[in-house]
């Protein structure tokens, strides 16, 4: 079965299509503790990142995910290029990861760093996996050509929160040590919207 999945998972990557049928971009509710965020996805501009973030919600694999990382002004002093972010995933556990994905960067996709958007966590380019985060603010050293990773290459922008700012802002300021949120706000469940 997993051997299935990920065949069709290589066919997905190399047809361009989505998990999702139709041309409409989804919509998938991310549940927290604290309320939830819609977020809609672009699948047409970022199908790779999309359809992977499509099969850890069909696979269930969201099982433990948290919001655990705040970035605000104030708590990133060695970083000479700040940016306003929450990140979450499934953090430590790597038993529900999926294998990393190739890198859609902002310049061939055209979907910018801005107030809500969605991207890919990630540390050396083609490493993505099951971390994301949402920008509060424009992030634009978070795009193609972009300071804020010395390899210039950005990350994966792939969709925008539609409802939930707020809910994404009270995470961001959220008790935390450093970086770390503590506690972790928790996902209850990643879903698509019917």
């Not at 790597?94 to 890198?103: N, R, V, Y």
């Not at 966590?121 to 634009?140: L, M």
């Not at 050293?141 to 972009?146: A, E, Q, R, T």
């Not at 990773?149 to 539609?162: E, I, K, L, S």
Request: hydrophobic share 35%; charged share 25%.
């Amino acid at each position: 079965m997993k051997r299935l999945s990920f065949l069709m998972l290589l066919i997905l990557t190399f047809t361009g299509k989505s998990l999702m049928a139709g041309n409409k971009d989804p919509h998938v509710l991310i549940e927290t503790t604290l309320g939830t965020i819609e977020v809609e996805l672009y699948a047409a501009k970022a199908p790779l990142t999309v359809n992977n973030f499509l099969r850890y919600i069909k696979e269930n694999r969201w099982k433990g995910a948290a919001f655990y990382r705040t970035v605000t002004m104030q708590n990133q002093p060695h970083n000479k290029v700040k940016i306003e972010v929450i990140q979450g995933g499934l953090g430590d556990d790597t038993t529900q990861m999926l294998p990393p994905i190739k890198i859609e960067t902002t310049k061939e996709t055209g979907i910018h760093h801005l107030n809500g958007t969605i991207s890919m966590a990630r540390d050396k380019p083609n490493s993505a996996t099951s971390e994301f985060f949402i920008c509060i603010g424009k992030q634009p050293s978070l795009d193609f050509g972009g300071k804020r990773n010395p390899d210039g290459q950005g990350f994966t922008a792939f969709g925008r929160v539609v409802k939930g700012m707020k809910i994404v802002r009270e995470i961001q300021q959220q008790p935390a040590k450093g970086q770390m949120l503590t506690p972790p706000v928790k996902i209850l469940r990643i879903r698509l919207k019917k």
